[in-house]
């Protein structure tokens, strides 16, 4: 299985970033697939997460309203649409799957997951 984020970068906060995630390696349909950040020195935390075979989109609290995930089944790829970043944003992103959860959170504890991608926003 493989995940492999890009599009992180600087930006001045206010700004918009758009990450990608490309999927492959399993055949799988039951699961959920979701963005998560790490920033240093703090927990891990899901960002946005959706069930493969659709239904609720989750978004951490204080992204909502400036974030937005999309997926494209025909290319196997994900995407995050980030605006108005904030400082606080800054974090390396990933994308990880959730094998068998099809709840209406992101949880933390994936089975697969990418290398990630570098968010910095500045003041």
């Known amino acids: 299985v493989q995940l492999q984020a890009s599009g992180g970068g600087s930006v001045q906060a206010g700004g918009s970033l758009r990450l990608s995630c490309e999927v492959s390696g399993f055949t799988w349909t039951d699961y959920t697939i979701g963005w998560f950040r790490q920033a240093p020195g703090k927990e891990r935390e899901g960002v946005s997460c959706v069930y493969n075979n659709g239904g609720f989109t989750y978004y951490l609290d204080s992204v909502k309203g400036r974030f937005t995930m999309s997926r494209d089944s025909a290319k196997n790829a994900v995407y995050l649409q980030m605006n108005n970043l904030e400082p606080e944003d800054s974090a390396l992103y990933y994308c990880?799957?959730?094998?068998?959860?099809?709840?209406?959170?992101?949880?933390?504890?994936?089975?697969?997951r990418g290398p990630g991608t570098l968010v910095t926003v500045s003041s």
């Open positions: 990880a799957i959730i094998r068998f959860y099809s709840g209406a959170y992101c949880p933390v504890n994936h089975d697969y």
